[in-house]
């Protein structure tokens, strides 16, 4: 959480959760984590020279697990090609990869070999079908097919169903007007039983750098 005014208000809306200061720089949409120790990283996001100088994977696992209780920490190499961009982020995994649930990871997946983003795709599905989360179990990797479009006015598009929001009974995803909307929006109904999905237009929000899973925050029950 953060510090100041707007920690304490937090807190104190939170029925006085408590504040664990961290000196690691880490987005909240650096990582995903499964709620059972497990949590997803980016090394261009963690390891990044310009956000934490000098720190090594071992130091940045290490504050994982003081802060919040991860046990077992899965690398990505990588995020989607737009992202390291000007204005990106160098590779939020929150357009990448995110937990369904224990044991299943949602990936976005460029199926169009022209988008740089399928060559990550294939790598990304390849390293996280080979890992295993906190308890010991291989993970299920669920492919969410990407918006069909390629590209915009300024390049290759990180448009990205990934970047959803889980809220109680629902889901908050993110759509564009694009043929592939409703199929993948299917596949997430699928993913979390029990949540009606509502799609939202989120291409003014990629046109300024983010998604729905950037603009907002889940408030955790303590």
Known sequence: MGAGREGRHVRRRAGGAERIGSDLVNEGGGIHVDGEGT???????????????????????????????????????????????????????DIVATFAAPGVVLLHWQADSAHPDHEVSVELEGLLSSAVDAAGRPLEVVRVPAPR????????????????????????????????????????????????????DARPLFARGGGIHCITQQQPRV
């Open 39 to 93: 949590v997803l990283l980016t090394e261009t996001v963690q390891l990044d020279p310009g956000r934490n100088p000098g720190l090594a994977r071992a130091d940045v696992e290490a504050e994982m697990a003081r802060t919040i209780g991860a046990t077992q920490c899965i690398w990505l190499p990588r995020g989607l090609t737009r992202d390291y961009d000007e204005f990106g982020t160098r590779g939020h995994v």
């Open 149 to 200: 479009t390629l590209e915009d006015d300024d390049g290759w598009v990180d448009w990205s169903y990934i970047n959803h929001l889980v809220v109680n009974d629902g889901v908050v995803a993110c759509t564009y007007d694009d043929p592939q909307d409703a199929d993948s929006l299917g596949v997430l109904e699928a993913a979390y039983p029990g949540r009606e999905v509502v799609g939202v």
